[in-house]
Nanobody, 115 residues
Framework: QVQLVESGGGLVQPGGSLRLSCVVSGRSVGVYPMGWYRQAPGKTRELVARISSSGGPNYADSVKGRFTISRDSAKNTVYLQMNSLKPEDTAVYYC?????????WGQGTQVTVSS
């Protein structure tokens, strides 16, 4: 019923950029808060960025000034623009939508920052 599909991950050099996309079905991205989390090997999943139902963004301190979260309600898609990437950004990135009933997660997309 509710499905989130991430894409856009890949291998990029330090200082490079990637844009992640999350296409949502079953719920509207303009109605519910949405976010991006990431999980690196050996670490717990951590919040990267969040966008409220009114469009206000929040970011983890580690990505402020480098990442931008946005949404396109017509496409029912949320994006994460990642600039000035660092090796410590390497992780699987997950999209989530927060509804009154539950939080739903995508399958994740791998981001690797390496020379």
């Amino acid at each position: 019923q509710v499905q989130l599909v991430e894409s856009g991950g890949g291998l990029v050099q330090p200082g490079g950029s990637l844009r992640l996309s999350c296409v949502v079905s079953g719920r509207s991205v303009g109605v519910y808060p949405m976010g991006w989390y990431r999980q690196a090997p050996g670490k717990t999943r951590e919040l990267v960025a969040r966008i409220s139902s009114s469009g206000g963004p929040n970011y983890a301190d580690s990505v402020k000034g480098r990442f931008t979260i946005s949404r396109d309600s017509a496409k029912n898609t949320v994006y994460l623009q990642m600039n000035s990437l660092k090796p410590e950004d390497t992780a699987v990135y997950y999209c989530t939508i927060s509804t009154p009933a539950n939080n739903y997660w995508g399958q994740g997309t791998q981001v690797t920052v390496s020379s």
